[in-house]
Nanobody
Framework: QVQLVESGGGLVQPGGSLRLSCAASGSIISGGWYRQAPGKQRELVARILSSGGTVYADSVKGRFTLSRDNAKNTVDLQMNNMKPEDTAVYYC??????????WGQGTQVTVSS
């Protein structure tokens, strides 16, 4: 059974840090995190491409870091120096070597004092 499990998220003060983790039940070809704030469209936060390169949204460059662990089939997002505008539901998305494209259920991230 193909599964995608997200963890992390929660409430953090401005300037604080959070880490999101996404674990897949198969080998990840490409994967990353997206977010959707209330009243806005879902947008890319960061993604590791099949080529191995990583792309980031301009708004998170220098603050967020995406990493992949091929042995554990995970894609993690380290978020530092967080801002209120980072508040959103964050979704993991991966493309597996078996040709499946999976989305996680979403995890709430709130940045507020």
């Amino acid at each position: 059974q193909v599964q995608l499990v997200e963890s992390g998220g929660g409430l953090v003060q401005p300037g604080g840090s959070l880490r999101l983790s996404c674990a897949a039940s198969g080998s990840i070809i490409s994967g990353g995190w997206y977010r959707q704030a209330p009243g806005k469209q879902r947008e890319l936060v960061a993604r590791i491409l099949s080529s191995g390169g990583t792309v980031y949204a301009d708004s998170v460059k220098g603050r967020f870091t995406l990493s992949r662990d091929n042995a554990k089939n995970t894609v993690d997002l380290q978020m530092n120096n967080m801002k209120p505008e980072d508040t959103a539901v964050y979704y993991c998305n991966v493309y597996l070597d078996i040709g499946r494209d999976l989305w996680g259920q979403g995890t709430q991230v709130t940045v507020s004092s």
